[in-house]
């Protein structure tokens, strides 16, 4: 992954990320309209399972670009959220929490305490799970644990669950679905819509540092 030190680093890697996904959205939704009648079946079962990826792809991606970039601005544990404190001490916690040991977790605790106030370094490669199904569950998950809100979401849980993610899983599986292109083209820009917002709600807290406890 690349280093984000900068806002204008940030801001320049999510524009790129989402760029390249609009387009290939933008080319399967042309494929789907210029399709014969015969084979207009297939490219939409096709072209599920890609828009699939970029909904999955883009969320994990986001997520761990602004995990990367509150991890460059040299902060102290304990001037972070909490939610992103968790990031960087999660298995001293799970020690804790699992330890029998009385030794163990009064070092661990002490361990804990004392961390607050050096530098936050937070674990990133393994920070975003997506679980490889990206349900509406699974979505919000990650996104509180970035400190987003999930409210304007939840309109649309229904349609990650059903209209995205049930169809991949059908279609991944090699099960029989007839999608009509129309409806692949709203479900599309439905997702574009949800990557979108996802995007600019990163831009707002990156904006108003909300990160930061004192935000």
């Given amino acids: 992954m690349s280093k984000v030190r900068t806002v204008n680093q940030l801001q320049e890697i999510l524009d790129n990320e989402f760029s390249w996904r609009i387009?290939?959205?933008?080319?399967?939704?042309?494929v789907v309209r210029t399709s014969t009648n015969l084979s207009?079946?297939?490219?939409?079962?096709?072209a599920i399972p890609l828009l699939y990826g970029h909904w999955e792809g883009f969320i994990k991606n986001a997520s761990n670009y602004y995990l990367e970039f509150i991890n460059g601005q040299s902060l102290k544990y304990k001037e972070l959220k909490s939610c992103f404190i968790v990031f960087g001490v999660k298995q001293k916690i799970n020690n804790l929490i699992n330890s029998k040991s009385s030794d163990l977790s009064i070092?661990?605790?002490?361990?804990?305490?004392?961390?607050?106030?050096?530098?936050?370094?937070?674990?990133?490669?393994s920070a975003i799970r997506t679980e490889f199904n990206l349900s509406s569950k699974v979505f919000e998950n990650i996104a509180k644990s970035i400190g987003l809100s999930t409210r304007a979401y939840e309109?649309?849980?229904?349609?990650?669950?059903?209209?995205?993610?049930?169809?991949?899983?059908l279609i991944a599986h090699g099960e029989?679905?007839?999608?009509?292109?129309?409806?692949?083209?709203?479900?599309?820009?439905?997702i574009l819509q949800l990557l979108r917002s996802y995007k600019t709600d990163i831009?707002?807290?990156?904006?108003?540092?909300?990160y930061k406890v004192s935000a």
């Fill in 23 to 30: 387009k290939e959205i933008a080319s399967l939704k042309i």
């Fill in 40 to 46: 207009k079946s297939t490219a939409v079962r096709a």
């Fill in 107 to 125: 070092s661990t605790l002490e361990f804990l305490r004392d961390e607050l106030n050096e530098k936050a370094k937070l674990k990133i490669d």
């Fill in 155 to 169: 309109a649309r849980y229904n349609l990650i669950d059903e209209s995205l993610l049930r169809r991949r899983n």
């Fill in 176 to 190: 029989y679905l007839d999608v009509d292109s129309n409806g692949f083209r709203e479900l599309a820009d439905e």
């Fill in 203 to 210: 831009e707002n807290a990156v904006s108003l540092g909300d």
